[in-house]
C-alpha cells in the first residue's frame, strides 16, 4: 500500500527566507505531482514530476524528484506572502491515475 | 482555467436526504475522478472513471455512486446523507497519455449535511 508523509505540517516563515517541504513515500510510484490550495480553495497545480532525477521550476517554487530514496521536495527560495497556502504532494502507481495524498503543509510567510 | 467545471458550487442538504453533483470536463479528458476533502484534511479518493466504465474506488460504501457520460460529463451520487459528509468533494480529469500527465481540477462542491 502506497503511503505519502508529508512534513513540516505546518510552517511559519518571514519573507526573504529559503525553506523546503519535503514528501516520503512507500513504494514505487509512477507519477508525483505537487499542488496548492489556497483556503476555501480549489487545487492548482504546480508540478508533474516523473523520472529520478526530475527538476522542474516556477518562479520561487521548485521542485525535485529522488525516486531511489522516495523522496520529493518542493523548495521555496526568498519567500513572498503571496505563497502563503497549503501545499500537497500526490502520487499515483501502476498506471491508475488514482492519487494518494499527503496531508499537506500549511505554509505562512510573514511580512 | 483547468476546464473542469463543478456544481452546484455550495449546496445544504437534510441528514437522510439524497445528492447529485456534477462535473464537466474538457473534450478528450476520458478519466475523471472524484475526491472528498474534510476540512483541514487532505484529499481521499472516492473512485475514478474511464470511457463511462468504473476502474477505481476508494474505501468509500456503496451509497457513494458515480456515472460518466460520453459528452465528458459526470455526476456524484451520494444517498442516506450523514453528518460526516460533509466536505468539499472535487472532480478530477486528466486527458490522454499523450496530452501530459497533468490531472486539472475543477472548484468543487461545498456539501454541509445538518
Known amino acids: 500500500e502506497l503511503k505519502v508523509e508529508q512534513n513540516p505540517l505546518f510552517l511559519s516563515m518571514q519573507e526573504g527566507k529559503n525553506y523546503t517541504i519535503y514528501c516520503n513515500y512507500s513504494?514505487?510510484?509512477?507519477?508525483l505531482y505537487w499542488y496548492r490550495q489556497d483556503p476555501g480553495k480549489s487545487l492548482e497545480s504546480l508540478f508533474v514530476l516523473l523520472s529520478n532525477g526530475a527538476v522542474k521550476q516556477e518562479g520561487r517554487l521548485m521542485a525535485s524528484l529522488d525516486t531511489k530514496a522516495r523522496l520529493s521536495t518542493l523548495h521555496i527560495t526568498a519567500a513572498v506572502h503571496d505563497l502563503s497556502a497549503t501545499y500537497f504532494c500526490a502520487l499515483t502507481m501502476d498506471s491508475n491515475y488514482q492519487l494518494i495524498w499527503g496531508a499537506g503543509t500549511k505554509l505562512i510567510i510573514k511580512p | 482555467e483547468t476546464g473542469v467545471t463543478q456544481s452546484p458550487t455550495h449546496l445544504i442538504k437534510t441528514r437522510g436526504q439524497q445528492v447529485t453533483l456534477r462535473c464537466s470536463s474538457q473534450s478528450g479528458h476520458n478519466t475523471v475522478s472524484w475526491y472528498q476533502q474534510a476540512l483541514g484534511q487532505g484529499p481521499q479518493f472516492i473512485f475514478q472513471y474511464y470511457r463511462e466504465e468504473e476502474n477505481g474506488r476508494g474505501n468509500f460504501p456503496p451509497r457513494f455512486s458515480g456515472l460518466q457520460f460520453p459528452n465528458y460529463s459526470s455526476e456524484l451520487n451520494v444517498n442516506a446523507l450523514e453528518l460526516d459528509d460533509s466536505a468539499l468533494y472535487l472532480c478530477?480529469?486528466?486527458?490522454?497519455?499523450?496530452?501530459?500527465?497533468?490531472?486539472?481540477f475543477g472548484e468543487g462542491s461545498w456539501l454541509t449535511v445538518v
Open positions: 478530477a480529469s486528466r486527458g490522454p497519455h499523450t496530452s501530459g500527465n497533468t490531472i486539472y
Open positions: 513504494t514505487t510510484s509512477d507519477r
